[in-house]
């Protein structure tokens, strides 16, 4: 009987342990409801990701920064099918997480509804694993696994562009590539009239077609906007086309050198997502044509 009774106390003894261990390995695997992100930052030295929170209950496992990394980010396809992306290069930032108590698809749905509300624009996702975004210059991708999830943020410099100013350098973009690209003439909101005292990039305009004679020119206006409908800007592209058609014959220029032509939206030259894209797809494009 003793004997019965010291064996049961040493099996008792030993399920107790291995019940205590197994506690502690199952509580170290769940995630601590104190936990804050300064606390992931000390254990790993990684910095909060400041464009983009991190999902709720994630850990971060790894990061890495840089001066100048290029990404590649993967584009909604073309209309054909053919599979796009976009190569951004400059500073970097990279933070892997790790997730906890949630699914992969569940965190793909969440970080796809964050980014709006980051201020981020999605330009592509794949379900469940891959998603790129974009705010103004900034791009983002994120891959999402099983278990864990990264994030990496590319800061893209800011494209340079200068817009022409004089009749010289209008007569050198038209010799160059039969077009160019006009910027500040200003037309009323109400009936998209010139605004001449605004606009004085029409008097080049008006010197380079004086000293050309043998020119005539496409007059393409062009506008995207963040508002409105297509046939809104197709409109408003109409009247202003012929607004500085008419405003050039009234200067002199011949009406048989001239043809005005609306493109509405049909021609940007830069995504329309940003302030700086839209101002620049706002344009009167010069296009040389055989006379």
């Not at 330009?123 to 891959?143: E, Q, R």
């Not at 297509?230 to 011949?254: C, F, K, Q, S, Y």
């Amino acid at each position: 009987m003793a004997k019965f009774c010291f064996a049961f106390r040493v099996a008792m003894t030993i399920s107790f342990l291995f019940i205590l261990q197994s506690s502690l390995l199952s509580s170290a695997q769940q995630p601590d409801p104190n936990r804050t992100a300064d606390d992931d930052q000390q254990s790993t030295g990684c910095s909060r990701l400041a464009v983009l929170p991190a999902l709720p209950l994630a850990k971060t496992v790894s990061c890495h920064d840089d001066d100048s990394v290029e990404v590649t980010l993967p584009l909604k396809p073309a209309a054909n099918g053919d599979s796009q992306e976009k190569r951004v290069r400059g500073p970097y930032q990279f933070r892997e997480y790790q997730m906890r108590r949630m699914d992969q698809s569940r965190a793909f749905d969440m970080l796809l509804d964050s980014l709006p509300m980051s201020g981020f624009i999605v330009k592509y996702s794949n379900k469940p694993s891959t998603i790129t975004g974009k705010k103004g210059d900034t791009w983002l991708l994120i891959n999402v696994g099983d278990e864990t999830y990264n994030v990496s943020v590319v800061e893209g410099p800011l494209e340079a562009w200068t817009p022409v100013k004089t009749a010289d350098e209008i007569s050198r973009a038209i010799q160059a590539h039969y077009r160019v690209d006009i910027y500040g003439i200003e037309f009323s909101s109400h009936d998209q009239s010139i605004l001449e005292g605004k606009s004085p990039i029409l008097l080049q305009i008006l010197q380079y077609l004086k000293e050309n004679a043998d020119v005539s020119i496409r007059i393409e206006s062009d506008k995207v906007s963040s508002t409105g409908t297509p046939e809104d800007d197709a409109e408003i592209t109409r009247e202003r086309a012929n607004a500085v058609m008419d405003w050039l014959i009234a200067h002199g220029i011949a009406r048989s050198r001239l043809q005005p032509w609306p493109a509405g939206r049909n021609n940007p030259i830069t995504e329309n997502d940003s302030p700086s894209a839209i101002q620049r797809n706002e344009r009167i494009v010069l296009i040389r044509v055989a006379t």
